[in-house]
């Protein structure tokens, strides 16, 4: 029997996660809120009939719900945590449960999840211990999962532009710069013939989330009001769109506002150039995550005569790279005839 293999990629903004992915070339990704709202206990569909696309998860006697709709139940002003045990927090765990309940399987042979680049040494062999074993996943179903592999985030980016999409398939034996810019850490890693040089290898808190922060605080300034989660995704994704953004009843048009998001860009590029210096043995550089775009500029402009090339998918990269990770390392196992056991399973 095949083994169920799986990938999740927990993001600050985003939980993305494989529905189908037996083979690398027929990997299909779904994705929901990264926010686990405690469950309001209510319901009140317009009809009488729609209710939210959302689904509760217990953890240690607290309800969370989790999926699509899952941000109808926050609070107004509701903080997030967003820190480095985040990976320890009941809210992440119900993010992982959820992303499981939604799989629609009945076990997981090999999960496959990441971590930012600077927290993976540290806390790898953590996040396999809990998330290896038997989970709840609401509605009295018990998913077992068997085993867990635990990657760097720009690895899962690297292993889907490289291998997934032919016209950057040369860059598996090149010098190359990898860029993850999520919501809340810029990652980066340094490949040489598909080896990761560590010591030019880092991630720093400073991301989507402080260009959006940066622009909310702003406009909250100059329009008098206060902002709110809600908000703070609606500049993110008039940041995506190129459009403007509705704020207390105004569309207010963001061009003024870009400076104070590139001026974040820079500083985190800046960090980037403290480790991988003016890049004189980089090939090519690739840039994924859902910040990959406005990023893009800051990069140009610290490597303006290397080619860049945004990662195809890069809302989904980790997450198609981690399932790709997961079904080399079964197949490499199956061929050694040994159990999948490099995670930790209890």
């Known amino acids: 029997m095949q083994p169920v293999i799986r990938a999740i990629d927990v993001g600050y903004s985003w939980t993305k996660y494989v529905v189908e992915g037996a083979r ?16 309001s206990g209510r319901d009140l569909a317009l009809d009488g009939l729609t209710q939210r696309q959302t689904v509760p998860i217990t953890i ?13 139940v926050q609070d107004v002003v509701q903080a997030l945590p967003h820190h480095n045990r985040y ?18 399987v009945d076990h997981v042979d090999l999960l496959v999840v990441g971590l930012p680049v600077a927290l993976f040494g540290p806390q790898r062999e953590a996040l396999e211990a809990r998330l290896a074993g038997v989970h709840d996943v609401g509605g009295g179903m018990m998913l077992p999962v068997s085993a867990v592999k635990v990657l760097a985030q720009p ?24 860029v993850d810019a999520g919501w809340r850490t810029f990652d980066w890693v340094v490949t040489s013939g598909g080896r990761i040089l560590d010591k030019r290898t880092d991630s720093v808190a400073k991301s ?30 008039a940041l995506r769109r190129k459009a403007s953004v509705p704020i207390a009843g105004m ?35 690739v840039l994924a995550g859902g910040g990959a775009a406005f990023f893009a500029d800051a990069v140009a402009r610290a490597y303006p005569n290397h080619p860049l090339t945004p990662a195809p998918d890069a809302f989904y990269a ?23 056991t490099s995670g930790k399973s209890r």
């Open 87 to 104: 990976i320890h927090t009941p809210e992440y765990l119900a993010l992982v449960r959820g992303a499981l309940r939604l799989m629609h």
């Open 155 to 178: 690895v899962g980016a690297l292993f889907s532009a490289t291998i997934e999409h032919p016209a950057l398939q040369h860059l598996q034996s090149a010098r190359l710069l990898l």
């Open 251 to 285: 569309s207010i048009a963001l061009d003024p506002y870009l400076p104070l998001g590139q001026r974040v860009a820079d500083e985190a590029v800046t960090a980037l150039r403290r480790l991988v210096q003016d890049g004189t043995d980089i090939d090519h550089i």
């Open 318 to 340: 980790n997450c198609r790279g981690f399932q790709i990770a997961g079904l080399h390392h079964a197949l490499h196992d199956a061929r050694r005839g040994a159990p999948m």
């Open 208 to 237: 989507l989330f402080d260009v959006v922060d940066a622009i909310g605080r702003a406009l909250a300034r100059d329009f008098g009001v206060q902002l709110c989660a809600a908000d703070h995704a609606r500049i993110d994704e």
């Open 60 to 72: 240690d006697g607290v309800v969370f719900e989790v999926g699509p709709e899952a941000p109808l």
């Open 24 to 39: 690398a070339d027929h990997i299909r990704c779904r994705a929901f809120p990264s926010v686990a709202p405690r469950a």
